[in-house]
Every structure is written in C-alpha cells, then in structure tokens.
C-alpha cells in the first residue's frame, strides 16, 4: 500500500506556487497579505457575474474580510489543505485578473480539482484557458497527479468550455449535488483528466 509520505510532493513544487507560474499572459502565484485590496476590488467588480455560481462571494463584504480569507488561505497552503491561487497580470504581477487553485487534495492518489474565476473585463480572452493549462500542466509534473477534476455547474457554458477545450473528458452528472447560492438544487457537472489521456496543448 502507497503511504501518505510515498506521494507528497517535494518542498521545491510548493515554492514554485510561492514565486509564480509564468505563462505568456499571466502569473498564477500564492496570495500575499498585500493582494488582499486588489483581490476585494476584483471581487467586487465582479459581484453580480460570479453570484450565480460562487457560495463564497457575499462573505467579501469589505476588504478586511479578504484579507481574512488570505489569511486562511496561506495557513491551509501550509499545511497543505488546499492552495488558494491568484490570476495576476505578467506586466506587474500585481493586477488581479481572477483566481484559481488546487481543492479537495488528496495526496495519497495524488488527486486534485481545479477551480477558477475571472473579472468580467477579461472574459472570453482565453485567460482561464490559460491559467487552467498552466496548473494542468504543474499538477501532472510536479505533484505527479493521478486525477485531476474540474467540477461546474451545467448552466455554466464558460467553464464548461474550459475544461473540453483543455481535453478534460466528461465523467458524469451528479444530480441534485449542491445548493446554489439563493438556496436552490442544482447539478454538479465532473470533469477529469489522468495521465495516459490525450492532452490539448495550450
């Protein structure tokens, strides 16, 4: 049996999502105390886009509550729970653009799922394609991923988008899986990619 131990990733991957992934539009990095008015700012521009889909979003009322969320974040990436990732501009590495990130880890697979989100300004210009190749490409090489998923709501045609044109095959539709935020049911779509599958090259 493959111990916990045999399968997590070395100390050298974490501290590449410290320095920042580079791809030719974007950084995608680990939040620091400093993005926390940035990253409220972006949340709230996008307010009404992402409400629809995102639970989280009316807990980012002020900034403070942001930078709460990137406290807890930096602690849960320490100890390795979930890795809280931000969509920066390469020109500055500051502007935020949107978020994404590694959930629901279990390092005995090694399985992930990646989660995204980007400001309205920038939708439909191939930024989350981007940034969802770049920890595609990340989590196969540097945490030797077994599974990687992209789950979504089947009304939302974008992120479904997403993770076709990247080559994520469909693995079903789990019914009634989860509550949207006004309280209702909805489907939850799967998506998943492992090695030996064919990759679309981004």
């Known amino acids: 049996m493959t111990s916990t131990t045999d399968t997590f990733p070395s100390a050298i991957a974490f501290s590449r999502l ?13 939040w620091s105390d400093s993005d926390a008015a940035a990253l409220f700012a972006a949340i709230d521009k996008a307010r009404s886009h992402l409400k629809p889909w995102m639970d989280w ?8 509550d942001t930078r709460d969320s990137i406290t807890r974040w930096l602690i849960e990436f320490t100890r ?11 020109a500055d ?7 994404t990130g590694f959930h629901n880890l279990d390092w005995t697979v090694p399985a992930v799922e990646i989660g995204y989100w ?10 989350v394609t981007e940034a969802v190749s770049l920890l595609t490409d990340f989590a196969f090489a540097e945490f030797n991923a077994n599974r990687i ?4 709501d089947p009304l939302n045609e974008r992120s479904k988008r997403v993770a076709e044109r990247l080559g994520y095959q ?23 990619l492992v090695p030996g599958d064919p990759r679309i090259q981004r």
Not at 93 to 99: P, S
Not at 149 to 152: A, G, P
């Open 18 to 30: 410290r320095q920042g992934i580079h791809g030719s539009r974007i950084i995608v990095r680990l």
């Open 57 to 64: 979003v009316d807990r980012h009322q002020e900034p403070a």
């Open 80 to 90: 390795r729970e979930n890795i809280a990732l931000g969509i920066f501009d390469r």
């Open 93 to 99: 590495n500051a502007t935020v653009l949107g978020a």
């Open 118 to 127: 980007v400001i309205p300004e920038v939708q439909g210009q191939g930024y």
């Open 149 to 152: 998923s992209i789950h979504c």
């Open 170 to 192: 469909l693995e079903g539709r789990l019914r009634n899986k989860a509550r949207t935020p006004d309280g209702g049911l909805r489907d939850t779509l799967v998506y998943s």
